[in-house]
């Protein structure tokens, strides 16, 4: 499974987000980070949406559903049980 992470430097629920991934153990992903400061597309498309986890689908990238910063290691296994199959 491929994940995609638009994110910006110091925005903490981003940093939040990127450690429940990494304590992810139940599930194989290869996570990309993508910085929005970097992409003018980027930019405009989430400055104010951050952080935006996508899952890259047979048929391209598909937004998931935001997850509350208080969520936790199992719920969000469970999101990406459910969203990227």
Known sequence: MQLILYSKPGCHLCEGLMEKLAQ????????EVRDITTQEAWFEAYQYEIPVL???????????PRLSP?????RLEQLLKTHCQ
């Open 24 to 31: 992810v153990t139940a599930l194989d992903f290869e996570l």
């Open 70 to 74: 208080r969520a936790s290691v199992v």
């Open 54 to 64: 996508c899952w890259l689908s047979p048929t391209g990238a598909q937004e998931l």
